[in-house]
């Protein structure tokens, strides 16, 4: 299968304060509570648009200053498309740059992706110290061991930053683990709004 393109939009939040075109790739190793974006995950989206509709706009949108590969996970897509996509991307747009959004569970394709990339943003969806609950928000046995090895592939990179939803599951206790290890970081750790999504069918995971 090879990569596929559920949509995209120009947004100015995604990287505040530029205009970057977002571009949705579907499929996801992760089953999180509350995916937005579950549609993309499962398949249930069937919308899909061409690589070279995503290189049209980036190439006439001249008031782009950067593009976000987000999904789903960008990492899940065959890594030689994934490659192919960006270095098209800054063929055409060489001042373009361009960030990846993970999960962070595929530092290898992380170290391959890294020359070419401007950054990552890297989420930290629980306390790496607690696999427990890496598992209940993310309904997937995760290896956070995998997520700490991408966090520091991709620490100090100019458009890296780490993020984090308000969780309601997640104790005050929880947040201080995290926040503790980001400040060990270089890059910018964010917490973000949590918003509930009734409808994502991995929320009874
Ligand atoms: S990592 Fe979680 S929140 Fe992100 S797309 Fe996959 S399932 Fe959804």
Known sequence: ??????????????????????????????????CYNWRLVTGNEKAEVSKEEVIYEVKNQPFLECVVVSGGEPTVSPLGELIDLICCIKEVRPDVKVRVDTNGSNPEAMKELKGLVDGFAVDIKSPLERPDLYRYTTGTDVDTEAIEESIRIADGMSLTIYRTPKYPWLEEGDMALIEGFTKGLRSPWLLNEFFEVPDCPFNRL
Request: glycine residues 12%; contains cysteine.
């Open 1 to 34: 299968m090879g990569l596929r393109i559920g949509s995209f939009l120009t947004s100015a939040r995604e990287v505040p304060g530029r205009w970057s075109l977002v571009v949705f790739l579907k499929g996801c190793n992760f089953r999180c509570k509350h």
